[in-house]
């Protein structure tokens, strides 16, 4: 029992940090919003660092790895608020691609030269699909409605609400250092304001928040990867968690901004819309609090003394 | 990450559950699924000695202390098992997680072999004698002040909130030693034996009807000059370390009592209909995902092998299980409607979840308040300004 990553889960996720870090700041973020919001450079980075077959398997020119590594790069997809549809493509359609047995398009995707968004009845949105985009609360997402409903298979919804999950701790995580470097240069008073205990303590009631999110997203990588009949209920509980921690965390860093805060001019809000539209997708709260009391309550779930709970 | 259990864990785990499972059916019977932590106090004394006797009293030790050097693993099995088992709380919890480690890490091999034999058997119980009335979330404002008097260190002043003096044998102290000195520097860590003429222990009674917690008054009490751990002036430097200790493994068995706490009250809710209730399936869906993140939260910040390193798990554990078991007092209580708000018996006996509604209010308090969390966790784990401190 063990609940560290290993040097090379964490070598990968610090490479893909490092590389969204250097190339991929808020200044990409106002430059994408000015000019129609994809940039096929950014895509090519990505697939040269091998992330859109990520998943994919190695026969089929992907790197064959697992919803571990995944989780952990769609947080840092989020930190950096990657707007290009690689969570949706290379983590969410690809290992339900291979699920399926539908082994077609991997080679394509890997070599990055499809993207696939993928709807589900509960997803009918979905960003960088075909047709005409809608106008979405993320100014970085190309939204566009399917024709047809999608899919109602439990594990793609799964697999789209874990990796919600993980890009709202990495949003979340990202937030909160840019609320926190705030409060520690704005003065009033004669002093920072992140040394008034109002803001001092509604900060760290976010990092309790996202600090005890993580770890769940983790497990229910962890539990969909090995496919245990629980799964579903640990990435309800991931997705819940995240949410909580993501919405709690843009609420409060826009207050610990003051009117700046309110500006297009503070990148925050970037970060703050993809929470939101993250927090709505593969299913929003109550939908996951649903399934997770029809689990306990319902009796789905194993649960009393007879049971361990790991 | 690897998160099951070893097919050799899982007979570790069959070990402790056949053995903690059989006493509590049968020479132990009569303490199976106490709540409080003062009732059946004699009894509880020889549950500690026969844990001790077949060599379950701290399995995290070193062998040679008595322990069996148990892996991470190994001791979060025995802390699920216990309290699976429904066995009460360890009267000598103080001397088994904090006395004990602080004296392995700090103490000298004499005093290893004074302390040591006598806390493992369950004989030596331990009581912390920290907090003063004048001296609550600002520890180091102690004023208690110990000398040096012919060999001996002699104390006088008072400490309150004394879990469990009253049926302690040794209470540790953090007094002040230098004269004139203020805040963290000039304390001196004591272990003083209870029963003599110099102390004196008065119980206060909590809002659970329970007095679990005493005053303990020092008048000219005294103790021997070597039963000082760490040096004249080093108080603060132990009083902190000691306090690491108390992000132990327990924390994982506290976890499955708050899962036997959980499972109660979605019972209950079943049993009186409050689980048709829409409100309250949501605030129990909430308290599973709470828990659950308690679960792996406390995974993580025990899988840190680093211990001196405070990662963010570690730093933000306390207030969140302290925060989320509060409110699952007040679920209990939801749950339980009006029928919650009568006593068992005519002397304020408590069932079990109207305890835990009760008991759970001094989660956020004890240990570090909520606001004493988040100011560490804003300040060491943020890099926010400091708060003013005292005079130190
Ligand atoms: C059940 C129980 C068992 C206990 N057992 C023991 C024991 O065995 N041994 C022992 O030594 N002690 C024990 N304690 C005492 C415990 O450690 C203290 O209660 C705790 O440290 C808080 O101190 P206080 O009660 O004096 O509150 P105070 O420090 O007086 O705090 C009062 C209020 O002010 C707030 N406050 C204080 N300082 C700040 C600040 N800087 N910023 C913001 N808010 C602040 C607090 O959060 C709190 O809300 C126990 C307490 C309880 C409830």
């Excluded at chain 2, 002036?233 to 499955?256: D, H, N, Y």
Aim: hydrophobic share 45%; with cysteine; net charge negative.
């Amino acid at each position: 029992m063990d609940f560290r990553f290993t040097d090379d889960q964490l070598t990968l996720a610090e490479s893909v940090r490092d590389y969204l870090a250097g190339t991929h700041g808020p200044e990409v973020l106002r430059r994408l919003d000015a000019e129609g919001n994809r940039d096929p450079a950014i895509w090519q980075g990505l697939t040269e660092m091998g992330l859109t077959g990520l998943l994919v398997p190695e026969e089929h020119g992907g790197l064959g790895l697992g919803l571990v590594e995944a989780a952990l790069i769609a947080a840092e997809c989020g930190r950096a608020c990657l707007a290009e549809p690689l969570v949706d493509t290379a983590f969410v359609a690809v290992p339900w691609l291979v699920r399926n047995g539908d082994l077609a398009d991997l080679g394509a995707i890997a070599a990055g030269e499809r993207q696939m968004p993928l709807p589900h009845v509960l997803n009918p949105w979905v960003a960088d699909g075909e047709g005409s985009a809608l106008e979405s609360v993320d100014p970085l997402r190309n939204l566009v409605m399917f024709p047809a409903a999608g899919s109602a298979d439990p594990y793609l919804l799964d697999l789209g609400a874990l990796m919600s999950a993980a890009q709202l701790v990495g949003l979340a995580d990202a937030m909160l250092h840019q609320a926190v470097e705030y409060a520690k240069i704005r003065t009033q008073f004669g002093q920072p304001v992140g040394a008034f205990q109002a803001l001092k303590h509604q900060l760290a009631s976010c990092a309790v928040a996202v600090e005890f999110a993580k770890p769940a997203v983790w497990r229910a990588a962890e539990a969909l990867q090995d496919g245990g009949e629980s799964a579903s209920v640990h990435v309800s509980h991931a997705k819940v968690a995240a949410s909580d921690a993501a919405v709690l965390t843009a609420e409060t860093a826009i207050q610990v901004h003051g009117a700046m805060g309110y500006t297009y001019e503070v990148d925050l809000h970037f970060w703050m819309k993809r929470s939101w539209a993250l927090n709505g997708a593969w299913g929003d709260r109550a939908w996951h609090l649903k399934r997770i009391d029809q689990a306990v309550i319902g009796g789905t779930m194993p649960i009393g003394p007879e049971h361990t709970f790991a | 990450m690897k998160l099951g259990f070893s097919a050799e864990e899982e007979l570790f785990r069959q070990e402790c559950a056949e053995w903690l499972q059989g006493q509590m059916a049968g020479e132990f019977r009569d303490i199976k699924g106490i709540s409080t932590l003062t009732a059946k106090a004699e009894r509880r004394k020889e549950w500690e000695q026969q844990l001790a006797a077949h060599k379950w009293s701290c399995i995290g030790w070193p062998s040679e202390w008595g322990g069996r050097d148990a892996t991470l693993a190994q001791q979060v099995i025995f802390a699920e098992e216990y309290a699976r088992a429904g066995v009460p709380g360890r009267v000598n919890h103080i001397g088994i997680e904090l006395a004990g480690p602080t004296i392995l890490a700090f103490g000298t091999e004499e005093q290893k072999q004074r302390f040591l034999p006598g806390i493992a058997a369950g004989q030596t119980i331990f009581c912390q004698g920290f907090s003063e009335p004048g001296a609550g979330s600002d520890l180091a404002s102690v004023r208690t002040k110990g000398r040096l008097e012919n060999g001996e260190w002699v104390v006088n002043g008072q400490k309150i909130w004394t879990s469990l003096a009253h049926i302690s044998d040794w209470i540790f102290v953090v007094t002040r030693t230098e004269e004139g000195s203020k805040g963290p520097k000039g304390l001196t860590f004591l272990m003083m034996e209870l029963d003599q003429p110099g102390i004196e222990v008065r119980g206060i009674k909590q809002i659970n009807g329970d007095a679990e917690f005493n005053e303990t008054f020092f008048t000219d009490a005294r103790c021997a000059a070597d039963s000082m751990i760490g040096g004249v002036g080093e108080g603060w430097k132990i009083a902190m370390g000691l306090l690491a200790f108390e992000r132990g493994v327990s924390t994982l068995g506290q976890q499955m009592a708050f899962r036997n706490e959980l499972d109660e009250i979605i019972a209950a809710a079943k049993e009186t209909g409050a689980a048709r209730n829409p409100l309250i399936r949501q605030r129990i869906a909430k308290a599973e995902i709470g828990l659950r993140l308690m679960r792996y939260g406390a995974l993580r910040m025990l899988s840190n092998t680093d211990h001196s390193k405070i990662d963010g798990a570690a730093l933000t554990y306390k207030i969140q299980w302290a925060t989320w078991r509060r409110s699952l007092g007040e679920l209990a209580m939801d749950v339980l409607g009006q029928a919650g708000e009568l006593a068992e018996g005519a002397d304020y006996e408590w069932p079990v979840l109207s305890n835990l509604f009760l008991y759970s209010r001094a989660d956020t308090i004890y240990g570090g308040t909520n606001q004493i969390q988040r100011n560490l966790i804003a300040e060491r784990g943020l890099g926010l300004p400091r708060e003013p401190r005292g005079d130190a």
